[in-house]
């Protein structure tokens, strides 16, 4: 397995010291090339397993492996997009992109790379925007790009498409997806939305609520492009929603549990 993960428990202390397990028991295995998408209610530890996997947050016990390798702190092998782009404003979209190519090659070797990733997504007629002079969605497709001037093996993407309309996140569907096919980058993506999760994966990993565990492990056997596919989608819609449900029902009664005794 190219990502493997046996065992993995996250504990911290909450603000009045008691510990609170945000993880629990966490196995998982995904293949090389495989784009897998962790699904789940707000608070079930998504992206803290993502934040582990990436080196910028450690596991309490258990093993967290990347190619074979014990995964301890960020490295060159996994690139992250996160739910906002974080671009530099003082930077334009050409060097925001090779910022961090700088140590690894010469600048004109880097502002090719960039421009080899910016055509990818689109950008190429802007080289030499500002950040503020771009849409949020277009904003993101920086971020993407210059995670993948990196030339990562792994692509790690928390929530990069939750703050857009649904419009632009349909365009960047396609996007994300033809990069995909192309790059067979290993991609772990993390969202809310369970129509994109079925639009862009393999396997969708469903995770319940607190404290985070697998609650199902989903294949996506049906052939791109998916939209053309209506019937099989909502099949797996509905299975993904009877998991999901008694997640729900179980914070609902938690909730009404907690407001009864306080």
Same mark, same amino acid.
């Given at each position: 397995?190219?990502?493997?993960?046996?065992?993995?428990?996250?504990?911290?202390?909450?603000?009045?010291?008691?510990?609170?397990?945000?993880?629990?028991?966490?196995?998982?295995?995904?293949?090389?090339?495989?784009?897998?998408?962790?699904?789940?209610?707000?608070?079930?530890?998504?992206?803290?397993?993502?934040?582990?996997?990436?080196?910028?947050?450690?596991?309490?016990?258990?093993?967290?492996?990347?190619?074979?390798?014990?995964?301890?702190?960020?490295?060159?092998?996994?690139?992250?997009?996160?739910?906002?782009?974080?671009?530099?404003?003082?930077? *334009?979209? #050409?060097?925001?992109?090779?910022?961090? &190519?700088?140590?690894? /090659?010469?600048?004109?070797? %880097?502002?090719?790379? $960039?421009?080899?990733?910016?055509?990818?997504?689109?950008?190429? *007629?802007? #080289?030499?925007?500002?950040?503020?002079? &771009?849409?949020?969605? /277009?904003?993101?497709?920086? %971020?993407?790009?210059? $995670?993948?001037?990196?030339?990562?093996?792994?692509?790690?993407?928390?929530?990069?498409?939750?703050?857009?309309?649904?419009?632009?996140?349909?365009?960047?569907?396609?996007?994300?997806?033809?990069?995909?096919?192309?790059?067979?980058?290993?991609?772990?993506?993390?969202?809310?939305?369970?129509?994109?999760?079925?639009?862009?994966?393999?396997?969708?990993?469903?995770?319940?609520?607190?404290?985070?565990?697998?609650?199902?492990?989903?294949?996506?056997?049906?052939?791109?492009?998916?939209?053309?596919?209506?019937?099989?989608?909502?099949?797996?819609?509905?299975?993904?929603?009877?998991?999901?449900?008694?997640?729900?029902?179980?914070?609902?009664?938690?909730?009404?549990?907690?407001?009864?005794?306080?």
């Amino acid at each position: 397995m190219f990502i493997n993960i046996e065992g993995l428990n996250k504990h911290f202390n909450d603000k009045d010291g008691q510990p609170v397990t945000v993880l629990k028991d966490i196995g998982l295995s995904i293949e090389k090339g495989e784009f897998v998408s962790i699904l789940g209610p707000s608070g079930c530890g998504k992206s803290t397993l993502l934040n582990i996997v990436a080196g910028l947050d450690s596991a309490s016990s258990g093993v967290v492996e990347a190619a074979g390798k014990t995964i301890k702190k960020p490295g060159k092998d996994r690139g992250m997009v996160f739910q906002q782009a974080a671009l530099f404003p003082w930077l *334009n979209v #050409l060097d925001n992109v090779t910022f961090p &190519l700088k140590k690894e /090659m010469s600048k004109k070797d %880097a502002a090719e790379q $960039a421009k080899k990733y910016l055509q990818m997504v689109q950008l190429s *007629n802007y #080289l030499h925007h500002y950040p503020h002079e &771009l849409s949020g969605g /277009m904003q993101q497709r920086v %971020a993407i790009a210059r $995670a993948l001037a990196m030339n990562p093996e792994i692509l790690l993407m928390d929530e990069p498409f939750g703050a857009l309309d649904e419009q632009t996140r349909s365009r960047l569907h396609i996007q994300l997806e033809q990069i995909w096919m192309d790059t067979k980058k290993t991609v772990m993506f993390v969202t809310h939305s369970i129509s994109e999760s079925i639009k862009l994966s393999d396997r969708i990993i469903v995770m319940g609520t607190r404290p985070g565990t697998i609650i199902a492990d989903i294949k996506v056997d049906i052939p791109r492009p998916r939209e053309e596919h209506k019937e099989e989608m909502i099949a797996i819609e509905e299975e993904i929603m009877v998991h999901l449900k008694k997640e729900i029902d179980k914070v609902v009664s938690e909730e009404l549990a907690y407001e009864a005794n306080s």
